[in-house]
C-alpha cells in the first residue's frame, strides 16, 4: 500500500521557467510534510517542509503548497535552475503519533534545460 | 555533509551470504532510520532507533534485523542474502522533524 504517490517519474523544464513537482497521499492522520532532494551517488538532503496547519511554505525559489482536502501537495522551484536537476522525493509523517514513520514518495527525476 | 557516517560506502557479496552495514548519526541525535532505495523505487522504511530502542518498523524482512548501540551507532545486519537484496540502503538522523540522510552504502549480491 503506497501511502505516499508521485505519479510523475519525470519531468522536463527549460532554465528559468516554474518547475512544479506533485504528491499525492492517501493516509489523512499525516501531519507534515517534506521535500528532499537527491543527486546521484549522494544522499537525500533536506529542501522544505510544511506543516499540516498551514497550506503554502516559502523558502527562496522553493514553495510547497498542501491541499489537505484533496490529499496533495506540490512543489513549485521558481525559477528552475540546472542545478536543480535531480531527483525529488516528497515525505510524509504523522509527528503526533509519537512513531515517527517517514513514508516517501517514489520519486520525480528533475531535468532542467538550459 | 549531512554528518550521517555509513560504511561500507559499496559492497559486493554473494548469495547466501550476511553483511552488516553501520551508520554513526549526527552528534546529538538520538534517532536513527534505515531505508532501502531499490533500483528505481522509492525510499522504503525499514526501521527506527530511538535511543537504542526501537520505534517503528516497516517493511523489513525477517532475515534483516538492525540494532542502535548504547554510543548512539546503528547496525543494520542482512542475512541469507539473495539478488533482490541489492539497493542502496540510507541511514538517517533525525532532529526536529527533519531527516539527514548518510551517503548510503550501496549492496551488491551477485
Known amino acids: 500500500d503506497q501511502q505516499v504517490k508521485q505519479n510523475s517519474p519525470s519531468l522536463s523544464v527549460q532554465e528559468g521557467r516554474i518547475s512544479i513537482l506533485n504528491c499525492d497521499y492517501t493516509n489523512s492522520m499525516f501531519d507534515y510534510f517534506l521535500w528532499y532532494k537527491k543527486y546521484p551517488a549522494e544522499g537525500p538532503t533536506f529542501l522544505i517542509s510544511?506543516?499540516?496547519?498551514?497550506d503554502k511554505n516559502e523558502d527562496g525559489r522553493f514553495t510547497v503548497f498542501l491541499n489537505k482536502s484533496a490529499k496533495h501537495l506540490s512543489l513549485h522551484i521558481v525559477p528552475s535552475q540546472p542545478g536543480d536537476s535531480a531527483v525529488y522525493f516528497c515525505a510524509a509523517i504523522n509527528l503526533s503519533s509519537g512513531t515517527y514513520k517517514y513514508i516517501f514518495g517514489t520519486g520525480t527525476r528533475l531535468k532542467v534545460l538550459a | 555533509d549531512s554528518g550521517v557516517t555509513q560504511t561500507p560506502k559499496h559492497l559486493i557479496t554473494a548469495t547466501g551470504q550476511r553483511v552488516t552495514l553501520r551508520c554513526s548519526p549526527r552528534?546529538?541525535?538520538?534517532?536513527v532510520y534505515w531505508y532501502q532505495q531499490s533500483l528505481d523505487q522509492g525510499l522504503q522504511f525499514l526501521i527506527h532507533y530511538y535511543n537504542g530502542e526501537e520505534r517503528a518498523k516497516g517493511n523489513i524482512l525477517e532475515r534483516f534485523s538492525a540494532q542502535q548501540f548504547p554510543d548512539l551507532h546503528s547496525e543494520l545486519n542482512l542475512s541469507s542474502l539473495e539478488l533482490g537484496d541489492s539497493a542502496l540502503y540510507f541511514c538517517?538522523?533525525?532532529?526536529?522533524?527533519?531527516?539527514?540522510f548518510g551517503e548510503g552504502s550501496r549492496l551488491t549480491v551477485l
Open positions: 538517517a538522523s533525525s532532529k526536529l522533524g527533519e531527516l539527514f
Open positions: 552528534s546529538g541525535d538520538l534517532s
Open positions: 510544511i506543516s499540516s496547519i498551514k
